[in-house]
């Protein structure tokens, strides 16, 4: 599954609606600011329902957790969990529970979550869309790197 930085996507609501956390005295976590970055599967054919939390130092220097989120409660692999395949850190299971509640306890924000998601679906799914240019580049961008080392393979033989 690829997905697409909601901020590449609408860079100024991004800016505006991106959570940062401020926590403080919490075990296993050093206090100060966490941008949670989010990420989504931009397929209009593709129904995850999720949403990729990047969980960020305050000034976004240093990546400290990657949770995955799905939306349907219900589902066996609703999460959060952390993702295996993007960057951790020593914080990453801290963060883990942390988010975990904060999703739990803040409906508002599982709310904000679920509308960008549909925003990002609406980008793939409508080829008028402002943001869909960059979408396309990206898919290029992709799909031009998943190209690059079989071509190189290729040139070897
Ligand atoms: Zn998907």
Known sequence: MDLIRFDSLFPSLAEVETRTLTIF???GLESGDYTCAEAYCPD???DCQRVM???FSGDRRVQYATISYGFVRTAPEAGPYLDAMNPQSAYCVALLNYLANYLEETP???ALLKSHYAMVKGVGRNPHH????V???W???REAMLREPARK???HK
């Open 139 to 141: 898919r290029a961008e």
């Open 135 to 137: 979408l396309t580049q």
């Open 44 to 46: 209009p054919h593709c």
């Open 25 to 27: 005295g919490q075990p």
């Open 153 to 155: 393979r290729h040139r």
């Open 108 to 110: 508002e924000y599982v």
């Open 130 to 133: 402002p943001s869909h240019a």
């Open 53 to 55: 939390i990047n969980v």
